[in-house]
């Protein structure tokens, strides 16, 4: 079993709705990071969380300690919003373990 | 504004053959990370730092090297090239804030 597990591992989405992808971690963490990555290989990092939530934009990110799992939700998708996301955590040692990605294509 | 630049962008390697990707990056990060990316496998942590001098293995170290001898720098060496390399490696520079990707190398080994 992977430390990092996401869902879903693809997700097709019609422009405008709202979308959510899910991220739980089986190791002890310092922090969560949440990526996106285009089609054209580039990386961005998007939000690190240790605690609680962070909002950029249409971009939400959530974060439960206790409960092990971090969501990113995606308000008004766009089809510029069609990318991976990764979900990474960061251990304690700074070692980082990666999600294996969730595909999102959002059609307009 | 560089941020984090790799090089090279692209390189084919012969089997047995050595090289160095070199990342560089001008933000003044104490960590850095080299990563492999391999279609159905997604990132792996290869070595990371920490600080200028420091190194430590990360979750696919083997047969590869690294060196931080200046904070700026971080490379990655790979003595003995294998087509089990043939990989795109992306670096990243950061603080407990965030990070930031360079745009990656893609090595083949033949």
Redesign the interface.
């Known amino acids: 079993k992977n430390e990092v597990e996401q869902s879903p591992q693809n997700l097709t989405a019609q422009e405008g709705e709202f979308i959510t992808i899910n991220c739980s971690y089986s190791v002890g963490i310092s ?1 969560l ?1 949440w ?1 996106q990555q285009h089609p054209g ?5 998007l939000f ?1 969380l240790s605690s609680g939530k962070k909002k950029h934009g249409r971009l939400i990110a959530t974060i439960n300690i206790q409960e092990k799992h971090s969501s990113l939700h995606i308000t008004a998708s766009h089809p510029r919003d069609s990318a991976v996301y ?1 979900c ?1 955590v960061r251990a304690n ?9 969730t595909r999102l294509t959002v059609k307009p | 504004n560089a941020g984090v630049t790799q090089t090279p962008k692209f390189r084919v390697l012969k089997t047995g053959q050595s090289m160095t990707l070199l990342c560089a990056q001008d933000m003044n990060h104490e ?1 850095m ?1 080299w ?1 492999r990316q391999d279609p ?6 290869i070595h ?1 730092s ?1 600080g200028e001098g420091t190194t ?1 293995k ?2 696919v170290p083997d047969g590869y090297n690294v060196s931080r001898l200046k904070k700026q720098n971080f490379l990655l060496g790979l003595e003995s090239a294998a087509p089990s390399q043939t990989s ?1 490696y ?1 670096c ?1 520079s ?1 603080t ?6 360079g ?2 190398t893609r090595l083949t080994v033949v």
């Open positions: 922090a990071h990526l290989g580039g990386i961005v990092s690190m990764i990474a040692n700074n070692d980082m373990r990666f999600g294996a990605g | 960590y990370y990563y159905g496998m997604g990132l792996r942590l990371y920490v430590a990360g979750e795109v992306f990243a950061g407990h804030y965030g990070y930031t990707f745009s990656g």
